[in-house]
């Protein structure tokens, strides 16, 4: 769902910037809530893996293909606050080094698939893990439920600018029908990916889940063949902080093999904006990227002619620039932290 240059016009796109940009100053502000020394890094990490699985084109329907936005998978690993800043760094690499994005786009790029997304799953994921039994697998569920819905929210979100500052005149009623068909189908694959990657972190390491602590049941003991709840003196002390070491490079080595590898197998139709947008006219305006010379461009090694590798190597180089990145963005937020903002994390887990 990257919007191109040309789809929005230019007052609105500085709105959308304007916005974007606040929005990135109050995930700034609420990410030293959420960061602590062990999860700054894999912060970082969670970026790079969206970026890496956003290269996996998977089809939907005829001739059209969708991809993970990753906002509610950021959102539940890391946090909402750190989550849609995980986001903006891979739409930023994404549309600087790959062209994909516009650049004048990047402030709806930025609220559509960051803020939109993060926010929506995260308030439904949240809501859904109050009501449902408190147990690994219905947070799993609540991850699923929580994807689904994220992409469609964005599709309307991406219709209701296009509303406002569209570049073609187009019936907006038949533009949200075959935008939220697509992105409903869309939301299926997401929430797939989301669910069985929150699921797989879960069973290893429930403690680096940010949407799975404080979910801990109450310790239970069977007293004449009934369940009671344990005194606070029988609970468990709680355990010492473990590495992540393990964790992250299991992680990293993932990224990389997906982008570098998997990714030449992603399906080649076009995206769900980019169907819609061929079939209702909405590109009758688009403009050439501003990083189209990008040595980069389109996923490939420039002068690279055999497909494969050109683009394993574009897929390898966007991992390890987007795990720099937003691992130097957020362990620079981690140490901007003032005693009096103390860190969500707790020792609970699922």
Known sequence: MHVPDGFINAPV??????????????????????????TAPLAGLVAAFVFAV??????????????????????ILVGPYTGMLCIAVVLLMQ?????????????????????????VAYALFRG??????RTRR????????????SVPAAAVAFTAVYAIGGTTDVPLGKVLTAMVGVHVLIGIGEAAITALTVGAVIAVRPDLVHGARGLAAPLKLRVDGALVDAPAAAAPSP???????????????????????????????????EKVAADKGIDEKVQEHGAADSPL??????????????????????????VAVGSG???????????????????ESV
């Open 13 to 38: 796109s500085a709105v959308a910037g304007v916005v974007a940009a606040g929005a990135v100053a109050v995930g700034l502000r609420g990410a030293r809530r959420e960061l602590d020394d062990r």
């Open 54 to 75: 956003q290269m996996l084109n998977f089809p939907v329907a005829a001739g059209t293909s969708g991809h993970l936005l990753g906002g509610a998978l950021a959102a």
């Open 95 to 119: 549309s600087i080094l790959f062209a994909d994005g516009g650049l004048t786009a990047l402030g709806v790029n930025i609220t559509v698939m960051g803020v939109v997304t993060t926010v």
């Open 128 to 133: 859904l893990t109050r009501v449902l039994p």
């Open 138 to 149: 219905s947070t799993t569920v609540a991850a699923f439920v929580a994807a689904l819905v």
């Open 239 to 273: 355990a010492p902080a473990r590495s992540t070491r393990k964790v992250r490079a299991a992680g990293l080595a993932a990224a990389l093999v997906l982008a570098g590898f998997v990714s030449f197998y992603a399906s080649a139709n076009p995206d769900g904006l």
């Open 297 to 322: 461009a389109d996923y490939g090694v420039k002068d690279v002619e055999n497909a494969r590798i050109s683009g394993g190597l574009a897929g390898v180089i966007g991992v390890g620039a987007t």
């Open 329 to 347: 963005v957020f362990w620079s937020v981690r140490r901007r932290r003032t005693p009096e903002e103390p860190t969500t994390r707790t020792t």
